[in-house]
């Protein structure tokens, strides 16, 4: 493979975007880097594997993952500076990008190789082109915290940015992030994007609120960009700061965090969703109680309140 500017006689450190669904989006430039790089170091190598068997490439693979970057990066540098060349793969998009690649392209800058990146799919910029929200200024953040409060602070940190807000979220976990997406920065203009550029693929276009509701409602698959309306604008409908959703969280009991937020009162309604999915009381309880840092008690009395109001809004009375 020809290399140029790195150091003489030494590999180059190849990132390469791969499909985020559709095989067809890989580029012809991608194909030859991975045919022709001395290994190619996949996220999950049997996913790869695949992925280069559909293309007809044979390749040497090993694994660089969350779990093995840094020993991994060790050895890739070894190879690097035998003068071998590896491609550095995720299961879909950009390496480094929400997924492993960080570390080793820290690794090899601070060493002096050649880093090259070969674009190509990446879910975020799919999702935020076909949203309809503006894409001259936006914030990818990726993955929230997964506990509760430290999702809830970096919502708080991010409120009052004037740009759209990018997150990724896994299917399980959208219900509890779009509510405090709602508790904090208060129903903003929304978009979930998923299962891009595959056979399903769906966006959806609304509210913080309706998307809650959709959620609740459908328990969509697959993995989802979620995008929110940055934090000066609005329009008809909105609530762009959050005091009116934070006033609907008033009331039920009279606990706040430090930024105004009814802890024990969005406890009590997850809880109360958790029991509608088959959750028992105290198991749903114990969970939120667990996750916002309260009293499980007071959580476990407003939750019988608060499952009532849910039964009531699904039957319609």
Not at 146 to 157: G, S, Y
Not at 226 to 243: F, I, L, N, Y
Request: aromatic share 6%; proline share 4%; net charge neutral.
């Amino acid at each position: 493979m020809t290399r140029d500017g790195g150091a003489s006689g030494k590999g180059t450190l190849y990132l390469v975007a791969t499909p985020i669904g559709n095989i067809a989006d890989i580029t012809e430039r991608a194909k030859a880097v991975l045919a022709e790089a001395d290994c190619v170091a996949a996220e999950d190598t049997r996913h790869t594997g695949l992925l280069l068997h559909r293309l007809g490439i044979d390749a040497r693979l090993m694994s660089y993952h969350e779990h093995n970057e840094a020993a991994r990066a060790e050895q890739i540098i070894g190879m690097l500076d035998r003068g071998e060349d590896v491609a550095v793969v995720s299961d879909a998009g950009m390496p480094g990008i929400s997924d492993p690649g960080e570390v080793i392209v820290s690794a090899a800058v601070a060493q002096g190789f050649r880093v090259v990146p070969v674009p190509g799919p990446s879910a975020f910029v799919a999702a935020l082109t076909a949203s309809g929200l503006s894409t001259s200024r936006f914030f990818f953040q990726g993955f929230l915290p997964r506990k509760a409060a430290d999702r809830r602070k970096t919502l708080k940190q991010l409120s009052s940015l004037p740009v759209t807000l990018v997150f990724y979220e896994a299917p399980h976990r959208l219900t509890r992030m779009l509510r405090d997406v709602a508790a904090v920065l208060g129903n903003r203009r929304c978009v979930v994007a998923r299962e891009l550029t595959k056979k399903f693929e769906e966006i959806r276009r609304g509210t913080v609120d309706e998307m809650l509701e959709w959620a609740g409602e459908r328990k969509p698959k697959g993995e989802m960009v979620v995008m929110v309306e940055g934090g000066v604008q609005s329009g008809p409908g909105m609530d762009c700061q959050g005091p009116k959703r934070r006033g609907q969280l008033q009331g039920m009991v009279g606990t706040e965090s430090s930024d105004g937020i009814d802890l024990i009162g969005v406890a009590a309604m997850e809880a109360a969703q958790l029991v509608a999915e088959g959750w028992s009381m105290r198991d749903a309880t114990s969970e939120m109680a667990e996750a916002y840092g309260v009293s499980r008690r007071e959580v476990y009395s407003r939750a019988h309140d608060a499952y009532d109001e849910l039964e009531k809004k699904q039957k319609g009375t």
